[in-house]
């Protein structure tokens, strides 16, 4: 009888101690996730204000190899319409509301392919301020959370569509609104299961003043 009931105890406790870990597993994964979430927002926003401030200072063509010119590296090329500024999409067009690179490929900048360099354009600035390493020359200390996989963080860069023939470019001017999104697939307990990829999406929206 004592046997028995032994085997039982194992057995309900098997069964709640088996409840208890999946709930404990899912509140850690949903802890991560919100923190990946919030770390992405900050740098959302991060992105957007770098592109009125900035975008809008360094609007014009330069001849010399300044700091918005990125220190000669793009030329007399203007802001706006270098690499890791220009939207890759149809300027006025919306960014993606969710993250597909199949589909939306030829929307997203990749963080990584910016990760060298001087931090003169959008989708630099979020690169460098996710730099950890202390050998690297763009090391920030209590900088945005670390982990971030770079080739795997997307940009996508929101101008309104005023584009200036004389310049070939997309040109924001006061009032006008600039978003920034950035994306990036949040590896999961459940992505171990076809078709449970949760990817999350932050972005930020600023006016040019």
Known sequence: MKQREAGQTMIEFGIIA??????????????????????????????????????????????????????????????WSQPGNVPRQTGGASCPTVYD?????????????????????????????????????????????????????????????SWVAARSMYLPRPGDAVGVVVYYPYFHIGSFIPGTQLNLVASSQYQIT
């Open 18 to 79: 088996t409840v208890m870990f999946v709930i404990i597993i899912g509140l850690v994964d949903a802890g991560r996730a919100v923190f990946e979430f919030n770390s992405l927002s900050s740098l959302a926003r991060y992105a957007g204000r770098w592109a009125v401030v900035v975008g809008y200072s360094c609007d014009t063509a330069t001849s010399a190899s300044d700091w918005c010119d990125q220190m000669g590296q793009a030329g007399t090329q203007p802001f």
């Open 101 to 161: 690179e199949s589909t939306y490929s030829g929307d997203y900048y990749t963080a990584s392919d910016y990760s060298a360099g001087t931090a003169s354009t959008i989708v630099g600035a979020i690169a460098h301020r996710l730099d950890s390493s202390q050998s690297g020359s763009n090391f920030l200390r209590a900088g945005f959370a670390t982990g971030f996989d770079l080739s795997r963080l997307k940009v996508c860069i929101q101008l309104p569509g």
